[in-house]
């Protein structure tokens, strides 16, 4: 195992309501002016907008608010957000939703208080201080309600990057199982997808003999295997939303991630689809993941079988490993069709022809040397190949 | 699932050497003037403590020291702790050893900012202020490096009781598994046994569906049957002490526990026997584990057969579940006997004829009604059952 350091000091408040503790929270977390930063219509239709503001008025928080994030946020309302926060003295920002609104209140909270450009921080640069953030989470999915990352689009350009730093971590994450229980079958299943693809992520690594944390992931996977056919069929079974929803936080905080070397070629070969196309980034990932697991699976064959056997429940073929490997995605891919998720290009609504430009925004956009390193390093040809068994 | 908080803001430094860095940590963490508590001559022989005082002077943090701590710690030391920082104007309680320096140190910090007697937080007072604590852990087995919790002997009436509070988690924690390398073997397997009574006290619930825990619980079950042979056989393995020290902190900080009731009787019963005997809590706990689980199981069948089939392989029997459920407490008795530890009173060093005193302190000491709570509540005649089955 390699050495690490985990620090995980978000404070979850789980269940039923929790909602409601919205204003003692964020008076415990130092907050005195608050910007609630919010997506679409849905917060407001079901009407948590209005309990999260009647709960900072019980405590005689000032707030104003930011709406409008859309699903792969976008760096113009980090912007506004940024002018805003500073022009009204905010200090502290609080999401109201899901993954992009989670990181886009991170994109502000750091770049309030930060002389340069924000975009800094997702060309390389750590963050180091950051204005408080607390969550209200409204989805299962990104994990960003207990991690110290934010994925954001420039919109020059249109791609895709990260940013990370312990200071965006926010402060407290209200996980109430019940808001998720009215997101569409298809939302929903996108948000399972991104939950498996965080652990697997994480479970493909060239570190050797970390059993601990390959088991954590395991019994992650397991968890999201049983709980989400279910949920696709019962949008409104609480306890499958909750194990989804603690899942989603454990997948993502990275303490089954310690002390490995970690993959995240599927994420990065996936943000150029939802930065192009504007799909789901779970939808991209359901597409992504089997094709770029096909593709590296010679590099540690008994790897992906462990995982197949595991996981999967497949007999192991001893004497051909590579055939439990392979029936191992086949089965994920199966899953995540079953939940409704696509399976190729077409269905994502990618095209064929826009893969060299793909390829060159992966690879070369952003300063990048033409490789994207991770379980395997993978160049231009090798991302070239992998897109198109997607196709 | 249940409504819970969870927070877990102690900072893990783990590795190598991650030792030296105890100075600037005390420093990070807000200390200026250190106790360094400890047990007895190992971490002396084997120069830990002249590096962790190096450490500190490299800082220029003065310190004074308190050593001394035994296994099952006792409370006339946390007073002498708590008169002596006080004298000393300690504004940091550095504990380097096991759980039982860690939660004599957890004592001493919530004793010596409190006007009362410390010994009204083990009597069911929360502890809500406490100087700050930082450990370095030389054996994997309590988890109190990152736990809230503190289990302390009162030496007038020999009873073991504990006290909660997220104000002694500990700041920071070092766990070095190289550290742990040199423990003889009956001490590891005490220490293993400690962490699977951990994840069985929090396997066995009444809480329905609560199926991201019970996989996370039976993924650290599986990495301790996997990690204990190995590192009995080769006390050396770095990988197998790294991977049962990271599974040791994940079975106690709760983030498997969350959402659901717990058991804790396996506990409750055993600390009577290593009050009484000074045994190692751990070899106590494996004399107890399978007599509790035995008595218990026909409260939930079912629970014990998943519990069998998952993380001891059993083959399910859909036509007998009780003998599937009996079988899986078999080979976990199996499994701690094989380690090396003890699987009845007179191998423990306890006696048939200490029965009802055992039984009369366990269920009427310290103010209890009759009963101890659980999985299962247990009255006086179900818990002299239960001691006569570890005869």
Redesign the interface.
Same mark, same amino acid.
């Given at each position: 195992?390699?050495?690490?350091?985990?620090?995980?000091?978000?404070?979850?408040?789980?269940? +039923?309501d929790?909602e409601l503790e919205t204003g003692s929270l964020v008076k415990r977390f130092g907050g005195s002016k608050v910007l609630i930063h919010y997506g679409g219509g849905s917060v407001v239709r079901s009407g948590l907008l209005d309990r999260v503001k009647a709960s900072l008025e019980k405590e005689e928080l000032p707030y104003i608010v930011l709406g409008g994030v859309r699903p792969n946020p976008r760096s113009g309302l980090v912007y506004e957000g940024i002018e805003l926060c500073r022009r009204e003295k905010v200090d502290f920002i609080l999401a109201v939703g899901g993954g992009s609104v989670i990181d886009s209140s991170k994109a502000i909270a750091a770049g309030t208080i930060y002389d340069g450009d924000f975009w800094d921080f997702y060309s390389g640069k750590r963050i180091e201080e950051a204005l408080p953030v607390g969550t209200i989470l409204t989805i299962a999915a990104a994990g960003s309600e207990g991690s110290p990352d934010s994925v954001i689009t420039l919109e020059d350009g249109m791609f895709k990057r990260g940013a990370s730093g312990d200071a965006i971590r926010p402060k407290f994450s209200i996980l109430n199982?019940a808001l998720t229980q009215t997101l569409p079958p298809y939302q929903t299943a996108a948000g399972i997808t991104d939950i498996l693809a965080h652990l697997h992520e994480r479970y493909l690594t060239n570190t +050797? *003999?970390? *059993?601990?944390?390959d088991?954590?992931? *395991?019994?992650?996977m397991?968890?999201m295997i049983?709980?989400g056919p279910r949920v696709i069929a019962d949008p409104d079974c609480?306890?499958?939303r909750?194990?989804?929803m603690?899942?989603g936080m454990?997948a993502h905080n990275n303490?089954c991630g310690?002390?490995r070397s970690q993959d995240w070629n599927s994420h990065n070969i996936e943000h150029e689809l939802s930065a192009m196309y504007d799909c789901a980034h779970g939808a991209g990932l359901a597409v992504t993941m089997p094709a770029v697991f096909r593709y590296v699976m010679d590099h540690d064959v008994m790897r992906f079988a462990q995982l197949a056997v595991r996981v999967w429940g497949c007999q192991m073929d001893f004497a051909h490993p590579e055939k439990t490997a392979a029936a191992g995605i086949d089965a994920l891919q199966w899953f995540l069709v079953s939940l409704g998720m696509p399976a190729n290009f077409e269905e994502l609504g990618a095209k064929e022809e826009d893969i060299p430009e793909l390829v060159r925004v992966l690879c070369r956009g952003d300063g990048r040397d033409g490789t994207i390193s991770g379980f395997v390093t993978l160049d231009e040809e090798d991302c070239t190949e992998i897109y198109k068994m997607m196709v």
């Open positions: 195992m390699e050495n690490f350091n985990f620090y995980s000091p978000t404070f979850f408040a789980f269940g +039923k929790r199982p +050797k *003999e970390v *059993e601990v944390t088991r954590l992931i *395991e019994g992650l397991l968890t049983h709980e609480y306890e499958a909750a194990n989804i603690w899942a454990m303490s310690v002390g």
